[in-house]
């Protein structure tokens, strides 16, 4: 008998208030278990980039206390190591954390597209591109699942912003969730089988993620064939009912009896079918078993061992944007002026849930100490605010002068990217702009060390001889960071997004943050290098970009076709230099004379090698159907267009160093009047795009959803902004805020946060931050009174008060 077969068989002898219990949980971190026929309660934790696991006994509101762990680089970082084999060991450690804590599902990771550079959850997605954030997803859930603990992969699916994020609905077309939206989610689902897949917050297409049958029937379990469970994220269930009848199997979180009466009685009612309800409890009673026959894997936590690993990555993560005159590597013989306050207190991860308390972290000054390097250390701005401060920048000027080298740490600080809002814009604080402006006065021999999750402005590139791009580089950045600026490893990072110019040039941006909950991607496929290969347009740094301290030479490309119709391609790669190194070859393939619009360029394989000096390896890449393939809007499936095809290995998307023509058999494209309806999207080298309304509803496919301006009946989806022009209602705002703001008081972090996101909170959502302690009913008598039905909620409050 099988885990499933077992489960069932459990199912069947549960009443119907057990069931009802098992798809929801009992609180915060825990789903339900039955101790007499031996069913665990588990607790599920966040954790994209290190095991973030509640103290039990705290009682805090707003922070509560939360174990140490080992604090890894963020996605951002991660994707950029290009390194499928040092994600997967890193899984594996975070796998062992989770075990030595009793953890059973790991909500990690999180592999939205970066459609817009501001998201503020950006450091916690992969990247731009749906083939690298699918295959480094993969990767990790390979990792954590080999221990014997659950991964769950999320955001699924159009989670693209943190503005609205509880109610915005993504308009995107067929074509586009499918090929960018969808596809990084398919590959991890098809090649690593997550236990679990966490469904988003928002709507899309109209329907609450999850409420969506189109994504979770349709797609995940009858295309996909997906097997496990599927979990609402925290607070995101709009309707329960709906929700299971549709799809979900497990809401979380969950509160006494206020969650699971409302399935009992839908049941009772004939709103929910029996055997849906029987295969929901099914999915959740097998999650519970899969982690029962996870705990007889053996396994091992070594912190130190996972440290070390933390710094390896992040070793391999950096990328080495500039090198003017091989400034780098410097040495410790060097007079060295370091200015900069996140050298001393580095920005290594982002704020939100995948916050991590680290068991240990490090800093630039201190390991630069450590090596015995003759520094002079000035802190140069205030991590308090962004202004300058002449006191400060004068002491930094002091302290460049007749410096060697001139390590200047700058970048975003920590409240500068969380979840729950989006940043104003890609620029640094102007206190650190201006720094490299006034210090490049004094001393031309700088070098800048970036810190940041995302896409940052760079409006004074020129002026340094060397650029290093860190990301958020966990708990020993610090030690990773002088390694590769002092040359005792050799930078290999590639960008994982594009760095444009300006926040302008996304064409995204014209688009955000949509209207009334409401947001057109109308930029269709063309997110990322997709766009600006396609549009010709300059950008700073481009997608996989990284340099190093050695070259490397790419030769002999050969290609050879296998019976199977794959296709196999290799390259030479050589390191001519006199360094040891590592270099990501990438391949790109192209639709030569498409019929439909397509990208001039997609990454369909990348594979990183170590080469010593002189040294040379072959390079070899299967292709198969699916890397030549588009999605067909009429025939809803993948389908190779019939044609000729442009195959091209380089360093970057824009660093080719051979390309080759093939013929594909396929099918002839029969197409709607797409050109000539919708020239926007055929013409993007000719002009910047940005397609109508009309000719986005064309490639759409279907009338676009009326918008209504309406805010008035009032809903518990309606959220607290809503209710400002309302009587009382800047009075409630207040008061809501006020009461927010006590928790947190003295945090500046959690003090934006509140500011930039909580009055974007829908009513619903009162469940979840107040743990319970107000419940659904009592929300849903909250709006009754907004719309004027005094009386009816009233009653509703009081009947309901804890």
């Not at 189109?214 to 269930?237: A, F, P, T």
């Amino acid at each position: 008998m099988n885990l499933y077969e077992e489960a069932s068989s459990i199912v069947k002898n549960l009443s119907l208030e057990e069931k009802c219990k098992f798809c929801c949980g009992v609180n915060f971190w825990h789903s339900f278990g039955i101790d007499g026929m031996n069913i665990p309660s588990i607790i599920l934790c966040d954790g994209p980039h290190g095991l973030r696991k509640e103290d039990p006994d705290s009682l805090m509101f707003i922070s509560p206390k939360v174990i140490k762990s080992t604090c890894f680089p963020t996605a951002t970082a991660l994707a950029s190591t290009f390194d499928e084999e040092l994600i997967n060991r890193m899984g594996k450690a975070l796998g062992e954390e989770c075990r030595r804590e009793d953890v059973a599902v790991l909500l990690s990771p999180g592999i939205n597209i970066k459609r817009v550079p501001i998201c503020g959850r950006n450091f916690e997605y992969f990247s731009e591109d749906p083939y690298l954030s699918g295959k480094m997803s993969a990767a990790l859930i390979r990792g954590i699942q080999s221990k014997g603990v659950a991964a769950c992969l999320k955001h699924f699916a159009g989670n693209n912003q943190e503005k609205y994020r509880m109610t915005i609905n993504s308009i995107i077309d067929e074509r586009a969730l499918r090929e960018i939206y969808l596809k990084g989610f398919e590959i991890a689902i098809k090649e690593a089988h997550p236990w679990s897949v966490m469904m988003a917050y928002n709507r899309l297409n109209g329907q609450y993620c999850c409420e969506n049958e189109y994504l979770m029937q349709d797609i995940l379990r009858n295309e996909w064939s997906y097997k496990g469970c599927i979990i609402s994220d925290w607070g995101g269930v709009n309707d329960i009912i709906s929700s299971i009848n549709n799809g979900l199997n497990l809401e979380m979180p969950g509160y006494k009896d206020d969650y699971y009466r409302v399935l009992q009685k839908a049941v009772e009612n004939n709103q929910l079918d029996k055997k849906i309800l029987n295969e929901s409890v099914t999915k959740v009673i097998e999650l519970i078993l899969k982690y029962k026959e996870g705990k007889k894997i053996p396994y091992k936590c070594n912190f130190k061992e996972h440290i070390d690993l933390a710094q390896k990555i992040a070793e391999s993560s950096a990328v080495l944007l500039k090198n003017d005159d091989n400034i780098l590597p410097g040495n410790n013989l060097q007079k060295i002026g370091i200015i900069g306050r996140l050298a001393k207190e580095p920005v290594y991860q982002g704020l939100g849930s995948s916050h991590v308390n680290p068991n240990t972290i490090d800093s630039a000054y201190d390991v630069f100490v450590d090596n015995s390097c003759n520094i002079n250390y000035a802190d140069g701005y205030s991590l308090e605010n962004d202004e300058i401060d002449e006191v400060l920048l004068k002491e930094s000027i002091g302290v460049a002068k007749n410096m060697d080298i001139v390590y200047l740490f700058i970048g975003l600080p920590k409240y500068y990217e969380a979840e729950g809002y989006d940043r104003k814009n890609l620029k640094l604080p102007k206190s650190h702009d201006n720094l490299v402006y006034e210090i490049s006065k004094v001393n031309k021999n700088i070098v800048v060390i970036l810190q940041g999750g995302s896409v940052m402005e760079m409006p004074w590139s020129n002026i340094p001889k060397a650029i290093l791009l860190t990301h958020l580089s966990g708990c020993r950045g610090g030690n990773a960071t002088v390694n590769l600026l002092l040359g005792n490893k050799n930078p290999s990072g590639k960008l994982s997004e594009t760095y444009a110019n300006t926040l302008e040039d996304y064409p995204s941006m014209k688009f955000y943050h949509g209207d009334n909950n409401y947001v057109e991607y109308r930029e269709s496929i063309f997110v990322g290098y997709r766009y600006f290969d396609s549009a010709d347009i300059n950008v700073k740094y481009p997608f996989g970009f990284g340099l190093s301290y050695t070259t490397f030479e790419y030769s002999n490309m050969k290609i050879k076709y296998n019976n199977d119709n794959n296709m196999e391609v290799s390259i030479t790669v050589t390191n001519i230099g006199n360094m040891e190194g590592k270099e990501v070859v990438q391949l790109y393939i192209s639709c030569l004379y498409s019929k439909l619009f397509r990208a001039k360029q997609e990454l369909k394989g990348f594979n990183k090698i170590n080469l010593k000096p002189k040294e040379s390896k072959e390079v070899t890449f299967i292709l198969d159907e699916d890397c030549f393939a588009y999605y067909n809007i009429q025939s809803h499936q993948y389908e190779v267009e019939e044609g000729r095809y442009g195959i091209s290995i380089g360093s970057s998307c824009r660093h080719i160093k051979f390309s080759t023509v093939v013929n594909k058999r396929g099918n002839s494209v029969k197409t709607i009047d797409y050109k000539a309806k919708s020239p926007s999207y055929y013409e993007i080298y000719k002009n910047k795009l940005n397609p109508t309304e009309s000719e986005f509803e064309n490639i759409y496919n279907k009338e676009l959803p009326i918008i209504a301006n309406q805010i008035y009946p009032f809903t518990t989806n309606s959220t607290i902004n809503d209710i400002k022009n309302t009587y009382g209602g800047d009075l409630i705002i207040s008061a809501i805020n006020k009461k927010a703001y006590k928790f947190v008081s003295g945090d500046k972090a959690m003090e934006i946060t509140v500011k930039e996101s909580l009055n974007d909170q829908p009513f619903r959502l009162m469940a979840m931050v107040t743990r319970g302690a107000i419940n659904r009913k009592s929300i849903q008598g909250f709006v009754d009174l907004l719309n004027k039905h005094y009386i009816k909620g009233s009653l509703q409050i009081l009947r309901n008060r804890k």
